[in-house]
């Protein structure tokens, strides 16, 4: 399927846009959706979906002018390809045939990543001289970062089981004070009273004798007895 003759197809498909693609035109849109896009349709119950995809493969031909060049090689869904120290991840959507014979070069147990490999990948496989240092030692480097972990961590607990605890030292406590433990009195009303002037002991008044003046003196006359008749 070249690129002329996918844009023929759909300038062909271009009359039956609005009033709805037939099933021929769906299928065809499918399998060049996925094509492109790595991807199927999201909702093929729809009409709107496929014009909404017919105008997405439209602009990405007209902008690439050129149909993409499929890969070799195949992913599993969802699978991706890293490599380390690289920010750049693949996928079937940006997959080449380059980035995939690499990965497998590093490890042939990651074929099992991918859904189709050709027939003739191990023979395409890169030299290992071709393979970047740093992607090449990889399992090395993992492998030895997690043994310098495992060995940190052991003498940490090493560290922690040998060393002796120390005892907490007791506080000497003073003996208590019997004054100042001693209960105060209680306040009395007057005392609980803000307003309460402190009251002042005042002395028993003594009765003074008092003087007899002899002119104030009275002294009663006995009374008259009666007469005798």
């Known amino acids: 399927m070249t690129y002329e003759s ?63 060049k499929k890969s070799d090689f195949v992913l599993k869904a969802g699978a991706i390809i890293t490599f380390f120290g690289e920010a750049k991840c693949y996928s079937n959507a940006n997959l080449t045939d380059e980035a995939a014979l690499r990965f497998l070069a ?17 023979t395409r496989l890169p030299k290992s001289d071709e393979v970047p240092e740093e992607v090449e030692d990889k399992d090395a480097i993992i492998a030895r970062l997690t043994q310098e972990n495992e060995k940190l961590r052991k003498e940490n607990e090493d560290l922690k089981t040998s060393a002796p605890r120390k005892k907490a030292k007791k506080n000497a406590t003073p003996a208590p004070d019997p004054v100042a433990e001693a209960p105060a009195p209680e306040p009395s009303a007057d005392e609980q009273s803000p307003d309460a002037a402190p009251s002042e002991e005042v002395p028993e008044e003594v009765p003074e004798e008092t003087a007899v003046d002899a002119d104030e003196v009275s002294v009663e006359e006995p009374e008259e007895a009666p007469e005798e008749e």
């Open 106 to 122: 590093l490890n042939p147990n990651n074929e099992k990543l991918f859904e189709s490999l050709p027939s003739d990948w191990q």
């Open 6 to 68: 996918t844009m023929q197809r759909l300038q062909e498909m271009e009359s039956r846009y609005n009033d709805g693609f037939s099933s021929l035109d769906r299928s065809y849109l499918d399998s060049l959706y996925y094509d492109l896009f790595c991807r199927e349709i999201t909702n093929k119950g729809c009409g709107d979906c496929y014009r909404d995809a017919y105008m997405e493969i439209c602009i990405k031909l007209k902008k690439t002018k050129a149909m993409p």
